[in-house]
């Protein structure tokens, strides 16, 4: 496993260059980052075990480093987050199932052609 508090700093300290070299790429992204706040349909503790259910699906550590530190300043129990990684295993499992209906269309469609 990894040491999310590494991946943490790792991440800040290379998207501080970043930043650097595309600030408004990076603006563009904390604008979009906190357009949840100010609306404020959904409260954080949500807001966040979406984001975590999202990193799963996209598979991004840096996203899931995050949001999982998020999640424990909020104070959102393990059973919160076991219930939204379930909903993210469950639209994986369910994307697999569409896309393996793809492949069958794809086999019957190239056999016909």
Do not use: F
């Amino acid at each position: 496993m990894l040491d999310w508090k590494q991946t943490i700093q790792e991440n800040g300290a290379r998207l501080k260059e970043l930043a650097q070299r595309t600030p408004d790429t990076l603006r563009g992204a904390a604008l979009m980052a906190g357009a949840g706040a100010k609306t404020n349909h959904l409260d954080a503790k949500v807001r966040e075990l979406i984001a975590l259910a999202v990193a799963v699906t996209t598979r991004c550590d840096g996203c899931i480093a995050h949001h999982a530190s998020q999640a424990v300043k909020l104070g959102i129990s393990d059973d919160e987050i076991a219930e939204a990684l379930g909903v993210a295993i469950d639209l994986n499992a369910g994307a697999a199932m569409v896309y393996s209906a793809h492949v069958l269309d794809a086999v019957d469609r190239l056999k016909n052609s």
